[in-house]
Structures are given as structure tokens and as C-alpha cells.
Nanobody, 114 residues
Framework: QVQLVESGGGLVQPGGSLRLSCAASGRLVSIYAMRWYRQAPGKQRELVAHITTVGTTNYADSVKGRFTISRDNAKNTAYLQMNSLKHEDTAVYYC????????WGQGTQVTVSS
């Protein structure tokens, strides 16, 4: 069974940092592009970051320069390093393969608040 488990979220003050993890099982992250998405209350899920199999990255304009997506093939895990967090980054964060995505997991809640 293919599964993705997100973790690392929490409550952080504006300007703080968090690193999210996306642990995969049943499928190798090394042979897929990986994406991080987020969904804020009352809003649609949006794409935040993308990393190709060769490490090329792309980001939503709203997080460019603050977030970094990466992968550790040996650990079969993708990451999202989030720095300089803002109130508007508050959301549930999800990861998925691209293409051939799987049903969404539980996600991990990120709350940016003072």
C-alpha cells in the first residue's frame, strides 16, 4: 500500500521556522517528482513547492525565497523547510507524488501566530 505521512507542523511565531517531513512507503520518492501543497481554512488547496527527480525546484510566488523543498532518497522522504513564516502561511500542509498522485493523507497543521 502506497502511503505518505506528513509531520513536523506546529505553532510558531511570525518570523519563525519549521521543517516538514513527508515519509513515503510503498513507492520510491526518487523516481517521482514530489510536491507540497497547503490548504488554509475556507480556501482551496494550493501548490506550494515542487521538486523534480533531478532536483529542479519551483515555488509559489508567495513562498519564494522563504521555503525550500528537498528530498532524501535514502530515507524515502521529502522535506519542506519553511523560514520567515507569516500569518498567511497558516494552513494544513500536504505532500504528494507528481504525477500519479495518491489519495491525500492527514497533512500536518502549521499555525503561525503570536
Amino acid at each position: 500500500q502506497v502511503q505518505l505521512v506528513e509531520s513536523g507542523g506546529g505553532l510558531v511565531q511570525p518570523g519563525g521556522s519549521l521543517r516538514l517531513s513527508c515519509a513515503a512507503s510503498g513507492r520510491l520518492v526518487s523516481i517521482y517528482a514530489m510536491r507540497w501543497y497547503r490548504q488554509a481554512p475556507g480556501k482551496q488547496r494550493e501548490l506550494v513547492a515542487h521538486i523534480t527527480t533531478v532536483g529542479t525546484t519551483n515555488y509559489a510566488d508567495s513562498v519564494k525565497g522563504r521555503f525550500t523543498i528537498s528530498r532524501d532518497n535514502a530515507k524515502n522522504t521529502a522535506y519542506l523547510q519553511m523560514n520567515s513564516l507569516k500569518h498567511e502561511d497558516t494552513a494544513v500542509y500536504y505532500c504528494n507524488f507528481f504525477p500519479n498522485s495518491i489519495p491525500w493523507g492527514q497533512g500536518t497543521q502549521v499555525t503561525v501566530s503570536s
